[in-house]
Nanobody, 124 residues
Framework: QVQLVESGGGLVQAGGSLRLPCVASGRTFSSVAMGWFRQAPGKERGLVNAITGRGIVPYYTASVAGRFTISRDNAKNTVYLQMNSLKLEDTAVYYC?????????????????WGQGTQVTVSS
Protein backbone atom coordinates (compact mmCIF):
# COMPACT_ATOMS: atom_id res chain seq x y z
CA GLN A 1 0.00 0.00 0.00
CA VAL A 2 1.21 3.50 -0.84
CA GLN A 3 -0.09 6.75 0.55
CA LEU A 4 0.49 9.93 -1.45
CA VAL A 5 0.12 13.46 -0.16
CA GLU A 6 0.41 16.45 -2.49
CA SER A 7 0.92 20.04 -1.45
CA GLY A 8 2.15 23.31 -2.89
CA GLY A 9 -0.91 24.35 -4.85
CA GLY A 10 -2.43 27.79 -4.67
CA LEU A 11 -3.20 30.97 -6.53
CA VAL A 12 -0.47 32.38 -8.75
CA GLN A 13 -0.34 35.05 -11.43
CA ALA A 14 0.29 34.12 -15.04
CA GLY A 15 4.01 33.86 -15.65
CA GLY A 16 4.69 32.77 -12.10
CA SER A 17 5.99 29.49 -10.69
CA LEU A 18 4.94 26.81 -8.27
CA ARG A 19 6.54 23.62 -7.07
CA LEU A 20 4.32 20.72 -6.10
CA PRO A 21 5.81 18.06 -3.82
CA CYS A 22 4.20 14.66 -3.42
CA VAL A 23 5.34 12.65 -0.41
CA ALA A 24 4.92 8.90 -0.58
CA SER A 25 4.81 6.43 2.28
CA GLY A 26 3.95 2.82 2.86
CA ARG A 27 6.28 0.85 0.64
CA THR A 28 9.48 1.02 -1.34
CA PHE A 29 9.16 4.27 -3.20
CA SER A 30 12.35 4.26 -5.21
CA SER A 31 11.30 1.34 -7.40
CA VAL A 32 7.96 2.63 -8.67
CA ALA A 33 6.97 4.90 -11.53
CA MET A 34 5.21 8.12 -10.64
CA GLY A 35 3.07 10.53 -12.56
CA TRP A 36 1.52 13.95 -12.22
CA PHE A 37 -1.97 14.29 -13.66
CA ARG A 38 -4.28 17.26 -13.85
CA GLN A 39 -7.97 17.81 -14.30
CA ALA A 40 -9.47 21.13 -15.28
CA PRO A 41 -13.19 21.88 -14.86
CA GLY A 42 -15.21 20.10 -17.51
CA LYS A 43 -12.22 18.19 -18.84
CA GLU A 44 -10.87 14.70 -18.41
CA ARG A 45 -7.92 14.00 -16.18
CA GLY A 46 -4.72 13.65 -18.17
CA LEU A 47 -1.07 12.86 -17.61
CA VAL A 48 1.21 15.88 -17.38
CA ASN A 49 4.57 14.30 -16.60
CA ALA A 50 5.85 10.83 -15.71
CA ILE A 51 9.05 9.50 -14.20
CA THR A 52 10.17 5.91 -14.01
CA GLY A 53 11.49 4.13 -10.96
CA ARG A 54 14.97 4.69 -12.37
CA GLY A 55 14.47 8.43 -12.70
CA ILE A 56 13.97 8.52 -16.44
CA VAL A 57 11.44 11.05 -17.70
CA PRO A 58 9.84 9.43 -20.71
CA TYR A 59 6.82 11.66 -21.10
CA TYR A 60 5.43 15.14 -20.77
CA THR A 61 2.34 16.53 -22.39
CA ALA A 62 3.11 18.94 -25.21
CA SER A 63 1.47 21.95 -23.60
CA VAL A 64 3.98 21.96 -20.73
CA ALA A 65 7.16 21.41 -22.75
CA GLY A 66 9.94 23.68 -21.56
CA ARG A 67 7.89 24.88 -18.59
CA PHE A 68 7.24 21.90 -16.28
CA THR A 69 9.80 19.50 -14.85
CA ILE A 70 9.23 16.32 -12.90
CA SER A 71 11.91 15.01 -10.56
CA ARG A 72 12.22 12.65 -7.63
CA ASP A 73 14.24 12.47 -4.44
CA ASN A 74 14.14 8.86 -3.31
CA ALA A 75 15.87 9.68 -0.04
CA LYS A 76 12.91 11.88 0.84
CA ASN A 77 10.28 9.65 -0.78
CA THR A 78 9.18 12.69 -2.74
CA VAL A 79 8.39 13.48 -6.34
CA TYR A 80 8.19 17.09 -7.48
CA LEU A 81 6.51 18.99 -10.26
CA GLN A 82 8.24 22.29 -10.93
CA MET A 83 5.93 24.55 -12.90
CA ASN A 84 7.32 27.71 -14.48
CA SER A 85 5.81 30.31 -16.80
CA LEU A 86 2.35 29.33 -15.70
CA LYS A 87 -0.56 30.06 -17.99
CA LEU A 88 -4.27 30.48 -17.38
CA GLU A 89 -4.87 27.11 -19.02
CA ASP A 90 -2.72 25.39 -16.39
CA THR A 91 -5.49 25.97 -13.86
CA ALA A 92 -6.56 22.53 -12.62
CA VAL A 93 -6.48 20.09 -9.76
CA TYR A 94 -3.12 18.34 -9.85
CA TYR A 95 -2.84 14.73 -8.74
CA CYS A 96 0.16 12.62 -7.90
CA UNK A 97 -0.10 8.94 -8.78
CA UNK A 98 2.06 5.85 -8.37
CA UNK A 99 2.27 2.54 -10.11
CA UNK A 100 3.31 -0.78 -8.60
CA UNK A 101 6.04 -1.18 -11.20
CA UNK A 102 9.11 0.73 -12.28
CA UNK A 103 7.69 1.31 -15.77
CA UNK A 104 5.59 4.35 -16.59
CA UNK A 105 2.15 4.41 -18.15
CA UNK A 106 0.10 6.98 -20.00
CA UNK A 107 -3.37 6.12 -18.78
CA UNK A 108 -4.60 6.91 -15.32
CA UNK A 109 -6.25 3.51 -15.07
CA UNK A 110 -2.79 1.95 -14.97
CA UNK A 111 -1.81 3.81 -11.80
CA UNK A 112 -2.58 2.06 -8.55
CA UNK A 113 -2.35 4.82 -5.96
CA TRP A 114 -3.52 8.42 -5.97
CA GLY A 115 -3.17 11.47 -3.82
CA GLN A 116 -6.08 13.68 -2.89
CA GLY A 117 -5.11 16.43 -5.33
CA THR A 118 -4.03 20.03 -4.94
CA GLN A 119 -5.66 23.00 -6.63
CA VAL A 120 -3.58 25.26 -8.85
CA THR A 121 -5.24 28.45 -10.01
CA VAL A 122 -3.50 30.80 -12.43
CA SER A 123 -4.88 34.32 -12.64
CA SER A 124 -4.34 37.07 -15.20
Amino acid sequence: QVQLVESGGGLVQAGGSLRLPCVASGRTFSSVAMGWFRQAPGKERGLVNAITGRGIVPYYTASVAGRFTISRDNAKNTVYLQMNSLKLEDTAVYYCAARSTTNWALRGSEYDYWGQGTQVTVSS
